[in-house]
């Protein structure tokens, strides 16, 4: 059974960085796209980023473009999004989601799965 598991959220000063990770099981991550999403209060879900299966390319949403940097390492089967020049306006809970194909798209597809979640805030 797939299952994706969220760490490294937390609270950060505006400016500030953080690495959150997603540990994948159930499935090796060299077939699948893998995505974050992240929802913020009172707002709808949105595509922060997404990775490719085969040759790992990326996609990101314009509003964290140059600050944010997704990446992958099969061999533990773990990704990684570091966020760099963090804003309040990224405060959100960040979600790690493994798509049903191995193109990366920004909005996850239809019976993609997802994890937890993990807090992030931003606020001085």
């Known amino acids: 059974q797939l299952q994706l598991v969220e760490s490294g959220g937390g609270l950060v000063q505006p400016g500030g960085s953080l690495r959150l990770s997603c540990a994948v099981s159930g499935f090796t991550l060299d077939v699948l796209a893998i995505g974050w999403s992240r929802q913020a209060p009172g707002k709808e879900r949105e595509g922060v980023s997404c990775i490719g299966a085969i040759g790992g390319s990326t996609n990101y949403a314009d509003s964290v473009k140059g600050r944010f940097t997704m990446s992958r390492d099969n061999a533990k089967n773990t990704v990684y999004l570091q966020m760099n020049s963090l804003k309040p306006e990224d405060t959100a809970v960040y979600y790690c989601?493994?798509?049903?194909?191995?193109?990366?798209?920004?909005?996850?597809?239809?019976?993609?799965?997802w994890g937890q979640g993990t807090q992030v805030i931003v606020s001085s």
């Open positions: 989601v493994a798509y049903p194909q191995g193109d990366c798209q920004l909005l996850p597809p239809d019976f993609s799965s």
